[in-house]
């Protein structure tokens, strides 16, 4: 694996896709301190110079069959890792990690087309380890980070290791075999299953009210929507 390090950058996925044809595939792209984090749906993704982890990995798997299922492969993998910290990871369908029903983690995949064929992906991670208080109060969503959960300050470059060692330990396998390869571990997160939840597919302010039913051998989720219908969701937000 590549590194590349910087102090300041607007945002690691940009750098990424911008970038993507001279990386190398494996090249890990990390900041201090983004100008203009971004999130799915176009969000902001709060981006302060606090010791948290904003990383994009540039991937370029032979295999691209299962690509999509990577942004489920690194909640897995994060929430694995949070664990060893003695929190209680959740993940949010598709790839949102909370702790203590907050958002602690976020994914944002980015897919990279030459000549009308997919050429890899940029898979961006933001994980709040040490952001404060205030900082945290003040995005318009729950959230929280590592250090408020243990009351600790959390060593970044200790959970950043910790998190390449597994993700690449089982990388090849994942892309290989696809979500049926970690779906034990990725439900051992997942605890909204039976319950009443929202999908929103855009961002707007359209949410569909059903039941969550199950999660496919491919990572969807199956819901049953308010007219006693079975539906696969293959992508969007939840909301409880
Ligand atoms: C989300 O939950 O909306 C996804 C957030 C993804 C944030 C990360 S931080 C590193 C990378 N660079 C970005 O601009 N975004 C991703």
């Known amino acids: 694996m590549n590194l590349l390090k910087f102090d300041c950058i607007d945002s690691t996925n940009t750098y990424a896709k911008d970038n993507f044809d001279t990386l190398d595939d494996k090249t890990a792209v990390i ?5 203009k984090g971004r999130g799915r749906f176009n969000r902001v993704w709060v981006s302060k110079n606090c010791e948290n982890i904003y990383l994009s990995l540039v991937l370029k798997p032979q295999n691209t069959r299962y690509i999509t299922n990577l942004t489920q492969y690194m909640s897995t993998v994060v929430a694995g890792v949070l664990k060893t910290y003695n929190v209680q990871p ?9 702790v203590n029903n907050k958002k602690i983690c976020g994914i944002l995949s980015e ?29 318009d969503r729950p959230a929280t980070s590592l250090n408020l959960e243990t009351g600790q300050k959390i060593n970044k470059e200790e959970f950043l290791q910790k998190l390449f060692d597994v993700f690449w330990i089982n ?10 390869y970690f779906k034990d571990d990725y439900l051992k997160y997942v605890d909204f299953l039976g319950k009443v939840i929202f999908i929103q597919q855009r961002d707007n302010d359209i949410k569909i009210k059903c039941v969550a039913k199950n999660i496919d051998n491919q990572g969807n989720l199956i819901v049953i929507d308010s007219n006693d219908n079975e539906k696969i969701i293959y992508s969007g937000d939840l909301i409880y």
Do not use: H, R
């Not at 900041?31 to 100008?35: K, R, V």
């Not at 959740?90 to 909370?98: A, E, F, G, T």
């Not at 991670?125 to 205030?134: C, E, K, P, S, W």
């Open 171 to 180: 990388y090849d396998n994942a892309m290989q075999n696809g979500f049926e």
């Open 111 to 139: 897919c990279v087309m030459k000549n009308n064929q997919l050429s890899g992906i940029v898979l961006g991670v933001g994980i709040n380890l040490n952001t404060d208080a205030a900082t945290i109060s003040s995005i």
């Open 31 to 35: 900041a201090e301190e983004q100008t």
């Open 90 to 98: 959740q993940i949010k369908w598709p790839n949102d990690v909370l």
